[in-house]
């Protein structure tokens, strides 16, 4: 919707209402909690005054069908600024600013005001339409709610990781070591988990009544959806796709990722660690696996979900899905930019009536720069890293470990690079061998 309809505002600002009401419910506990069980009245106070009250004065304007929400200056910024670049570039460096500044960011009173933040702000943006329509989707209702649960725990995690690493720097060693109580299986365990499913099944069973499945008519060749979107695990795989061929993004890199996670015990030598949370004596560990995992899979995640619109291109957060929007990409191999943009020649080809070893020769010679840049990238680059950065690794694992450990983790770095490539340059393939069915 280009604009945003009356009858829009009357029926989200009802759910605004409550939605607001809640948030202020939640505050004012929290404020209760502080002043009787931590005798913390400051605290108290502080809560009730920035947050409890601001809540609570939002819920009359969005239950009389006016609620506020962002500048119109501010949605049209945000979607003329948005693109794969920025969004990479921001969720990127949002993670290492939160790792580097973890000590900051684990602090309750902090994190509690940036979730308040995060709720005004989501709040604030389901006042327009284009944004409410992708997030109230009954397919995406679930996925916001994995995205804040996802934060907590990963906050809660880093919090423990932190308090951990402090604790170990005073001598004290980590905190899980002081909580060594023995629980019963039966009938502690069993009661906790009978109690856990009932809420759940009782949660789910109110969950599909006031949401309904999205149910569509049976499939058909004729009308197909637009945009036609995997199930949201599969989301990341469907956004590498964009960069690499099928074969490469649906089987090679997904064997790889499950490979990778099968080896990790067999290529681990760092013994600390285990049983406690910690960041400094698994620094190594702890970076490949959120750059991995958050930035290199829930963020592809977030951007198919939210971001790829009809045709597979990227819109705003606050932007109209237009399906007659075009982007022409002039997608270009890098055979054609070494011999045609390069050289300025043409590409290799082989005579028409030349044999089949004679074609195949052509081909190598067509993709010869590719296939040495791949070639140094993979047999090169070890070695290389093995002598520099990672010569404590070599020395500790052994031969076989390391190349393992090396390849796989230039693996992992080759989305990156081949997303960047295809974005700044319009680098398709760096090796398209079509006649084989084999790019890279």
């Known amino acids: ?181 023995k629980v019963l299986v039966w009938p502690d365990l069993v009661y906790t988990e009978l109690i856990c499913m009932v809420a759940l099944t009782a949660f789910l069973l109110v969950w599909a009544i006031g949401l309904p499945a999205p149910l569509e008519e049976p499939a058909s060749s004729v009308k197909t959806p637009n945009p036609s979107k995997a199930p949201w695990y599969f989301l990341g795989l469907q956004e590498m796709l964009v960069y690499y061929d099928p074969w490469m993004a649906g089987v090679v890199l997904p064997s790889l990722i499950v490979f990778g996670l099968m080896a990790i015990p067999y290529i681990d030598f760092n013994k600390l660690g285990n049983g406690y949370y910690t960041i400094k004596e698994r620094r190594f560990s702890y970076l490949v696996f959120q750059i991995g995992f958050l930035d290199l899979w829930v963020t592809l995640i977030i951007l198919g979900t939210f971001l790829r619109g009809p045709n597979w291109n990227f819109f705003g957060p606050y932007e109209f899905w237009d399906p007659h929007k075009v982007l022409a990409l002039n997608n270009v191999d890098l055979s054609e930019y070494f011999w045609v943009r390069g050289l300025n020649q043409g590409l290799p080809r082989a005579p028409v009536d030349a044999d089949g070893l004679t074609k195949f020769l052509y081909i190598l010679l067509r993709e010869s720069p590719g296939i040495v840049l791949v070639l140094l990238y993979f047999l090169a680059l070890p070695p290389l890293l093995a002598t520099t950065i990672f010569r404590r690794f070599l020395a500790k694992m052994g031969f076989i470990r390391y190349m393992v450990l090396a390849n796989l983790l230039l693996f992992m770095a080759a989305l990156p690079l081949k997303m960047i490539l295809r974005w700044t340059v319009n680098l398709k393939y760096l090796v398209a061998i079509p006649e084989y069915f084999l790019n890279f």
Request: glycine share 8%; charged share 15%.
């Open 1 to 181: 919707m280009h604009g945003t309809d009356p009858g829009f505002l009357q029926s989200i600002g009802t759910f605004l209402g409550f939605y607001y009401l809640f948030i202020s419910l939640m505050n004012s506990v929290m404020a209760l909690y502080l002043w009787g069980k931590k005798g913390r009245p400051d605290l108290a106070i502080a809560v009730l005054v920035l947050f409890a009250v601001p809540f609570l004065m939002l819920s009359p304007f969005a239950l009389s069908g006016q609620p506020p929400g962002l500048p119109t200056w501010f949605t049209d910024t945000v979607n003329a600024a948005a693109n794969a670049v920025v969004y990479t570039a921001l969720t990127t460096g949002a993670l290492v600013l939160l790792y580097l500044c973890r000590s900051f960011f684990v602090r309750k009173d902090v994190a509690w005001v940036m979730l308040n933040v995060a709720l005004l702000l989501m709040g604030l943006s389901m006042t327009n339409q284009n944004f409410a329509l992708i997030v109230t989707k009954p397919d995406n209702v679930p996925i916001v709610g994995l995205v804040f649960l996802l934060g907590f725990f990963t906050w809660l995690a880093t919090a423990k990781a932190v308090e951990n690493d402090d604790r170990i720097a005073r001598g004290l060693g980590p905190a899980e070591k002081d909580d060594n109580e």
